[in-house]
Structures are given as C-alpha cells and as structure tokens.
C-alpha cells in the first residue's frame, strides 16, 4: 500500500486478500480458555499470525489481556512475549507459561491445590477459607494456580459460592492438562505496553489490541479479588489509556492523552521489533465520547505513520455483540523499516499526541451546543495534556527470562 503516509485515514481503501468470512469467524468460533472482557478471538489471533507473523520469530502483545495471542502464538510455532497492565489478567495469562515447566510437576501443583481448598470448610458467602487454601501454596506453580482459581471463583464479587467453585477449577484443570501440547515458549510480564523488557531488535511481529477511548476500566475486571490477593489495582488504572474515569471534568481531554499513550507504545514497538518486522493493529471503529464518535484506529494510524510506521494493509472485520449489536474493527498491518527511518526514536511523542489530538477533535461532530463548548475547551486545553503516568511495576531487562533458547532469537548484546 504504496504512499498511505500523510494520506487521510478514511481514503485508504481496504484490503480484501484475506477472505472476509474468515476475518468475520463466520464459521463460528472457540471459546476462550480464559475469561476477559475485549478478548481477541483464537481463530482471528491464528488468520493474522498465518498472514502476517514471520516464520519463527518472536511475536509481542503489548496489551496480552488473558494471554489469547500467547497461546495461540505457542501452538503455531512462534514464542512469545506479553505484558499486561492489570494484575488480574497477568494472573490468569501467567498460567499459560507453566507449560514452559515438567508438566507432570504442573499437573501435581494442580492436584495440591485442589486437595487443600477440598480440605478447607469453605463458606458459601465468605472467601476467608478459600483465601487461606490459596495462601498456603508452595512454589510459583501452586501459586499461579491457586491464584487463578481464587479470581475465577469470586468473578467480580466478593462471596464464593460451590458452583463459581467448581466450575473456576474446572476452567483452570482444563487449561493446564491442554498446555502438553504447547509447543514454543510464552513469557508473560505485569508492566506497561510503554516500557517492553526486551533489547533491541528482539522481536520480529507485534500482534495486540489496545484499548479504545472510553470503553471499558479494565482494573475493575476481578478488581475485589485481586486486592484480597494483595494485588495493588490503582497503579494501573491511572495508566490504562482511554479509561473514562480519566478527565472527568471534560472527556474529550482523554482524546488528546489517548493519542500519546498510543504513540508511547508505538514507539516502543518500534525499538523491538527489527527491520523487515510487522506490526498487526486490531481496533476498534469507534468509541462514543459525550455522543460524538471518536475514530480510534485513525489516531492509532496518525501516530504511527508520523512516527515512521508504513501501512501496507488495513482490513474490516465484523460481529455481533453479546448484545447484538453489530460491531466494526479496523486491522491495520505496518512494516518496520530500518531504524534510521523511523522518526519515533527522536520525536516529541507528547506533542505529536497534542496535534493529532486537535486534529480529531476539530472533525468531531458535536451533539449539543454544550457538547461542542466541551470539545473547544479541550482543543484549548490540548497543550496541558500530558500522558497517563507509568505504574511503579513497570517491567525491566533483568526482569525478562532468557531469550537466548528462543529459535530466531539474537543473543542478549
């Protein structure tokens, strides 16, 4: 897709090489392993891997989620690296790399744990019991599992009931006699998309879905569980990009704060991934802000081509919601170039956010009178506007496992 920089977003026609049936899962889909709001689908993870993903090198997901673009990556033969924001979804996606271990001693921490939560006299509307049987794992194995079984069981609540139980347990054992079949290593960090524990060059295709403005606040996602395990949940929610707890005096300020959290981890996409590597952008149409349709894959398209990202496809794909409402997302494909090419390493990325902010702004289409004073406000405000602050658990390289095993991986320098 030749000349696409400083080309308008919604010129650029889409591209059909990939038959929309498939893009659409038209002919049904997996379950997740794992429950989390937003979640790519398997099949789609598995179309854009075998379209796009280069032959055994590293895949990242800055935004892993509950770790579908991990598992999916393993089982077609490419490792992988995600990192995740959100304690909740790092605890169930953390699962996914016990199959990097014995999985006979996995399947024997699975059998520990059941036999001390069986052991425990659990009560129905208190987790005391089932939080003392997670406490008294031995070794990460244990833990992990434990750990993912406790979130499972109290959802979103605080009480445990036998049926939220037995099912979180059944959930959990599946997924851990399934991981035999894994065949590549996963690595899974808590940290932010904006700060990737990898050198260099390490990476040769991002695949993720970020975030869109105003849509969900991930940290609530299992959030009473999470603090009970003594997870610490307001770090992240002050970084979540496009979270509508953000800017609540005016929302349309998180627009302007979007596209620089945005163009943070585009950039730090950049530095990973080597020359001749492939991003794949999953996105969202639109989000509403205040009633007026914010186009999330036009700032993630701004950002990186200004940045030195080229595009060489943008696909459509469609489904119905959970509450049948027809929902349109945009696949935006970039090539890597070599790194003197790419303007992010020595960019004002702050003020490239400002001004791709402003621009979309200035086209939104207010619904009132007073709406409209709100997006004037937030256009005059644009050059206060900085990004979401980083959580004090952002990943580091000494953090990282070794990746020197990794097939098509480059020793540490």
Known sequence: MPGTVGRDYRDIDFDTSIPQAKLDIEAGRRTNALPWRGQFSPELV?????TYAVEGGLVVDPFCGSGTT???????????????LNPSAFILSRLYTLGDNDITEVIQALGNVNARIMAKEMASENATSLLEAIEESEGSAEKYIAEAIFLLTLKNGDSVSAKNLDKAVAQVSKLIYQLSAKRMPIFVDLGDSRH?????????????????????NYHQNYRKAVELLGW????????EFGSNRKHRQNRFLTVTQYAQDIGQTLAETARVVKPGGTSVWVVGRESNVRESA????????????RGGLRLVAKHERKFRSRYGELVYEDILVFSHPEKAKISFLEADITQMGREVGVSVLSALVPADEAR???IEEAILKSEMIEPSPKPLHVSTKAALPDLGCVAGMREPA
């Open 372 to 374: 409209g004073k709100e």
């Open 232 to 239: 610490e949940v307001l770090p992240a929610a002050r970084a």
């Open 196 to 216: 990737i524990a990898l050198e260099d060059g390490r990476a040769s295709t991002v695949l993720t879905s970020p975030p869109y403005v105003n849509v969900f």
């Open 46 to 50: 598995n179309i854009l891997l075998d």
């Open 294 to 305: 914010i186009p999330n894959p036009q700032i993630v398209y701004e950002m990186a081509a």
């Open 70 to 84: 991990m598992i999916e990556s393993s089982a077609g033969g490419w490792p992988s690296y995600g990192i995740e």
